[in-house]
C-alpha cells in the first residue's frame, strides 16, 4: 500500500484534494469515484515521504472553566487563572474546591470537569 494525493472535481463544481492509501493509481481512483460527492477524478499522485517531516498535536492551554449554578441555574465562566492560584492542581482532577456564584451569590462546590 502506498499513500497517494488525489485531485477531484465535486458535483457541485469544487476542486478538492484528498489522500489515502491504496494498492495503485487505478484504485486510488475507484476509491475516490466512491465518495457520493466527486464527479471526477482529475489527477492522482503517489506521496513521496519527507524524511525531515513529523506529526505533531496541538496543545490545549486552559483559559476558563464555564458552569452552571445548582442554586440559580445561572451559566458562567470563570477564569482559569484566578481558579489556578486558589486550588492549584487539583483543579485539573475536578471534585475540588469551591466558588461563589456570580449572579445569586451563593456557594459552589466544584464537581466532577470535563475537557471540551
Known sequence: MKVYE?????????????KATAESVEAMKQRMLEFP???EVKSVEEE??????????????????????????WDFDLSWNQLYEQ????????????????????TIVLGDCEYD
Open 37 to 39: 460527492g466527486v464527479k
Open 6 to 18: 488525489a485531485t477531484c472535481l465535486g458535483h457541485d463544481g469544487t476542486e478538492g484534494k484528498f
Open 87 to 106: 486550588i492549584g492542581n487539583e483543579l485539573y482532577f475536578g471534585n475540588h474546591g469551591e466558588v461563589e456564584c456570580d449572579y445569586c451569590t451563593q
Open 48 to 73: 513521496v515521504p519527507n524524511p525531515n517531516k513529523a506529526d505533531y498535536t496541538i496543545c490545549s492551554k486552559p483559559d476558563h472553566i464555564n458552569l452552571v449554578c445548582p442554586h440559580c441555574e
